[in-house]
Each structure stands twice: as C-alpha cells, then as structure tokens.
T-cell receptor, first 107, second 116 residues
Framework: GQQVMQIPQYQHVQEGEDFTTYCNSSTTLSNIQWYKQRPGGHPVFLIQLVKSGEVKKQKRLTFQFGEAKKNSSLHITATQTTDVGTYFCAGGTALIFGKGTTLSVSS | DTAVSQTPKYLVTQMGNDKSIKCEQNLGHDTMYWYKQDSKKFLKIMFSYNNKELIINETVPNRFSPKSPDKAHLNLHINSLELGDSAVYFC???????????????FGPGTRLTVL
C-alpha cells in the first residue's frame, strides 16, 4: 500500500542552527500537508503544497514539494526553542501521515 | 470558542469494557475524522466521515465504530477494549474541496485512553 516515509525520526540542534525534515512517498501525491505537534499538544496545520516544484515560506520555515510530487521537505532557518515539537507530513488520498520528525533545541 | 472539542480528556478503563469518546466541531465543516496516535507518536487515520460517506481504514478492528448524530458531531464507540487500544485519540474536521479528499484539518485536543 501507499507509504509516506519521513526522516530523520529525531533531530537535536543548538539554537540558531538550521533543521530539515524530509518526506518521501512511494506514489505520486496530489498534495501534501505539514503539521506541527508541540509536546502534549495536538497537530496544528502549517501548510499545504499542491503544485509540482512548489516552494512556500512562512517566516523562518521553507516548504518544498518535489518536481515529481513524491517528496517534500521542511527547512527551518536559525531554530529557536519555540520550534520544539514533532513535524508531520501527510499526503495521499488515504491521508497517510509520516511518522514525524521530533525536533529538540537546546539554548 | 474551541473549534474542535473532545470529551473526555482522559479515560482510564478496564479491559473488556465499552467506552465512547465524543467530538464536536463548531467550524461548519462537512468532514470529520478520527485518528489514533500510539506511544511512538505514529498518527494513523481511523475513519473519515461526511454526510455522504464513511471511509474506514481497513486496518481498524470492527470493535471501533463512529457514530454521527449530526454534521457537527462524530463520536467514537469502542467495544471490548483491549490493552493495545491504549493511545491518544484525536478528532479532526475539515471542509471538503470538490474532488480533493481532504483540506486543512483542525484537530481536537485529544483523549488519552488507558486500558488496564
């Protein structure tokens, strides 16, 4: 069946360093969404990408959708302690979530 | 006002019991979902439901059943609870966009279910 892989599973950075999480699908995706879940919280929608090669920015966050619409990435520039949490990608007609990347940031 | 609310927030029960979790959304969305998040934070969709169609994830045991009294509510009923059902259950809602299966989803705060 359709799978959405996300790497890395965990990432620890020093405050101010950059961070990237990658999402790969076994099949072409019509669109992809990204969510953030703070510790003890619920997933919160960040963005949706629809077009091949699309790039969107939200302040320090940059989201990309691959040309083949089978992969996506989230890049955070100059991480802050407020970026701590688990980042999920989700895609596919069956709404498959990746296993998430848990980001920890030390100051 | 809370957009998507769930009750209870915590639920502790014995194996074999039957329990329900309630979900309400005040966003006027036409589609609601139930997700299970296990201890490893793996988030898996269980059901999606709108006034036309119930889509069930084939891996969900038939002990789980969604019940929707109206468009704003989607409750989750679980029969014969098992240890492996312990998890956090999230309700979510979204507004369907034409042929798109889903749009931005708004999640409830979650219900932590512990089966002893």
């Amino acid at each position: 069946g359709q799978q959405v892989m996300q790497i890395p599973q965990y990432q620890h950075v020093q405050e101010g360093e950059d961070f990237t999480t990658y999402c790969n699908s076994s099949t072409t995706l019509s669109n992809i969404q990204w969510y953030k879940q703070r510790p003890g919280g619920h997933p919160v929608f960040l963005i949706q990408l629809v077009k091949s090669g699309e790039v969107k920015k939200q302040k320090r966050l940059t989201f990309q959708f691959g040309e083949a619409k089978k992969n996506s990435s989230l890049h955070i520039t100059a991480t802050q302690t407020t970026d701590v949490g688990t980042y999920f990608c989700a895609g596919g007609t069956a709404l498959i979530f990746g296993k998430g990347t848990t980001l920890s940031v030390s100051s | 006002d809370t957009a998507v609310s769930q009750t209870p927030k915590y639920l502790v029960t014995q194996m074999g019991n039957d329990k329900s979790i309630k979900c309400e959304q005040n966003l006027g969305h036409d589609t609601m979902y139930w997700y299970k998040q296990d201890s490893k934070k793996f988030l898996k969709i269980m059901f999606s439901y709108n006034n036309k169609e119930l889509i069930i994830n084939e891996t969900v045991p038939n002990r789980f059943s969604p019940k929707s009294p109206d468009k704003a509510h989607l409750n989750l009923h679980i029969n014969s609870l098992e240890l492996g059902d312990s998890a956090v259950y999230f309700c979510a809602s979204s507004q369907a966009l034409g042929l798109a299966f889903y749009n931005e989803q708004f999640f409830g705060p979650g219900t932590r279910l512990t089966v002893l």
